[in-house]
């Protein structure tokens, strides 16, 4: 297969790298797209990478994953202007510290325009941890989305995890001290560490992730299991509008499913409107990451986007 680094802008202008893999013995029109989760992620450091492109490329089909602005901690990437004709460079610290789930949206545009100006014209979507999250928020507010079908690798309930770490009394404490610093100006400020949360957040990206009314929210396992009713809004929302066929992946073991993964694909399967555009798989054994059930897991993506 043949393999280019890319760089492409997103929809807002910021500057993005991706790894476009190719098939070698001859052109294609159709594209996987590919959306790592949140913290420390980066294409470039994921093994999964490499056999996802080989089993895709297999198919006749380009393998394109992009490193998004929520990839790695804290980035500064570069946004694009032009001033009287002149084109400048202003840099931007993004990265999981400080993205909101929202800006997705900007990101998949802009590599759909990347693929349809390189002459591709059928696109799937693969989503994994936050990337699935992404997927649905994405579907969810896009009026009429250019991908033939969705893949939805671990997605997972940040909010309800977050509820769990810290409690209640904590868990609604910083959410109001976040909206809060937000509204004085202070958004783009650390959460101090001593709160406890696993990675370092701005006051902005800790309110999107823990708000449990907001675009986040997006499975929120440990509300449906346990009857929190930790907001207003309606449970699994998003994902009974989705409006593409959809392929739910989850590891039987996974860490973030509140040792009740099989429950939490129930709670999946009941919020679908039509079951007949969903394909969910539990992988016996397999944690959130995979590890050791990378082969099994391109196997069934594979399959899935080739019969998509």
């Known amino acids: 297969m043949k393999i280019s680094l890319i760089h492409f802008l997103s929809t807002d202008k910021l500057r993005l790298p991706g790894l476009l893999f190719q098939p070698d013995e001859k052109q294609t029109r159709k594209a996987v797209i590919y959306l790592h989760g949140c913290g420390s992620s980066s294409v470039f450091y994921s093994p999964k990478i490499n056999k996802l492109a080989a089993a895709i490329t297999h198919l006749g089909m380009a393998f394109f994953p992009f490193n998004n602005r929520g990839a790695h901690y804290v980035k500064t990437l570069n946004r694009i202007t032009r001033k009287n004709n002149v084109e400048m460079v202003v840099k931007e610290l993004y990265g999981t ?17 990347f693929l349809r100006f390189k002459g591709f014209n059928t696109f799937h979507l693969i989503g994994e941890s936050t990337g699935a999250n992404k997927i649905v928020v994405y579907d969810y507010y896009s009026k009429n989305s250019p ?10 309930d ?87 066929p959809t392929h739910v992946v989850l590891g039987s073991n996974d860490e973030y499913c509140y040792d009740k ?32 059930h990378e082969q099994k897991l391109v196997q069934t993506v594979s399959r899935w986007i080739s019969q998509s």
């Open 97 to 113: 510290s400080y993205e909101k789930i929202k800006e997705c949206i900007f990101d998949i545009d802009g590599a759909v325009s």
């Open 158 to 244: 940040d909010t309800g995890l977050y509820f769990e770490k810290l409690g209640k009394t904590l868990f609604l404490k910083i959410i109001e001290q976040s909206k809060s610093m937000i509204q004085d100006g202070h958004g783009l400020d650390f959460v101090p560490n001593s709160i406890g949360l696993d990675y370092p957040f701005s006051y902005q990206s800790c309110y999107d992730v823990l708000n449990p009314n907001g675009d986040y929210n997006i499975f929120p396992f440990n509300d449906a299991l346990n009857d929190l009713k930790l907001g207003t809004k309606a449970l699994f929302k998003e994902f009974r509008k989705i409006s593409r």
């Open 147 to 156: 991908f033939a079908s969705y893949t939805l690798i671990c997605p997972g």
């Open 261 to 292: 993964a099989d429950s939490c694909m129930n709670l999946l399967k009941k919020n679908v409107d039509y079951n007949e555009k969903f394909y969910f798989e539990l992988i016996d054994g397999a944690d959130h990451g995979f590890e050791h």
